[in-house]
């Protein structure tokens, strides 16, 4: 009679490593395991995209349906523009752990518009948001150089510089550890014109802007802010605010706020990309 033989099992840690957080995030999420090798490619979803505007212009995405249940999409720019370096190294923070805490504990999904000089500051929190499922990772441009004239005191990008300013930033990105960062763009400071549209044609994307200001830049008075924001709400709304403590410093604590008053007026928080879907995007 043969002996059963018995396995020796080796158990090893997979941990992520907690770093220390300067930047607008905790720890990394888990990157999510791969598609199995059977799994065809044409199975793989890509992102919903609105189709293009006259021209090739870019489209342009402002809110989602309003007729389709109480959704809301809180969206949230990390901010910092190329120059802003020697401030960074002197100790200005354009990062806001807290906030993204404080969405993780709430269990809210958003959708981060990132600077591809925001991601190259903070590295490890860039990495960290773009790995949770909770977050999707936009484009904010690289320089957050304005791309009109007469920006709110924003330098401003030429024409010939707009498309590989956006360009650069996917490939800050993916040097930081983000891969998959959404095919959706917000201009910085909120301004655009055609030249800008067209500029932007050719990359792809979707510019997404928002149908109700928050109110919170430079703000320090959080219940202000939450009330800008409950009052402003509408099913398919898409809210934008900041994630950068030096610039926005009452967001965190006005989120707390407008988290759960929207849920108890029957509110279910989503990312851009659900919206931006159920308007008919899918390209």
């Not at 489209?59 to 960074?88: E, I, K, S, Y």
């Not at 709304?237 to 926005?248: D, W």
Request: with cysteine; charged share 20%.
């Amino acid at each position: 009679m043969i002996s059963p033989v018995r396995s020796v099992i080796t158990a090893a840690l997979l941990g992520a490593a907690t770093a220390a957080l300067s930047a607008c995030g905790t720890q990394e999420a888990p990157r999510s395991a791969p598609p199995a090798p059977s799994t065809p490619a044409a199975v793989v979803s890509r992102p919903p995209t609105l189709a293009p505007g006259p021209a090739g212009l870019a489209p342009v995405f402002r809110n989602g349906p309003r007729d389709r249940g109480r959704t809301v999409a809180l969206t949230f720019d990390a901010d910092m523009t190329a120059d802003q370096g020697p401030r960074a190294a002197a100790g200005e923070r354009f990062d806001h752990p807290e906030l993204i805490a404080a969405l993780r504990a709430l269990k809210v999904p958003a959708t981060v518009f990132m600077t591809g000089r925001w991601a190259e500051e903070y590295p490890v929190q860039a990495r960290a948001i773009g790995r949770d499922p909770l977050f999707e990772v936009a484009n904010h441009s690289y320089s957050h150089h304005a791309f009109t004239a007469d920006c709110h005191g924003l330098p401003a990008l030429d024409a010939q510089r707009m498309r590989a300013d956006v360009e650069r930033a996917y490939a800050a990105f993916r040097a930081v550890g983000v891969p998959d960062a959404m095919p959706y763009f917000r201009f910085p400071g909120g301004c655009y014109d055609r030249r800008a549209l067209r500029a932007l044609g050719a990359t792809g994307v979707t510019a997404v802007q928002w149908d109700v200001v928050s109110g919170d830049a430079f703000a320090t008075d959080a219940d202000a802010v939450a009330r800008q924001v409950l009052d402003g709400v509408r099913p398919g709304s898409v809210v934008v605010l900041h994630c950068t403590r030096s610039a926005a410093p009452a967001t965190e604590r006005a989120l707390r706020r407008i988290v759960p008053e929207l849920r108890a007026r029957g509110y279910r928080f989503v990312k851009v990309s659900e919206l931006i879907g159920a308007t008919g995007g899918g390209r």
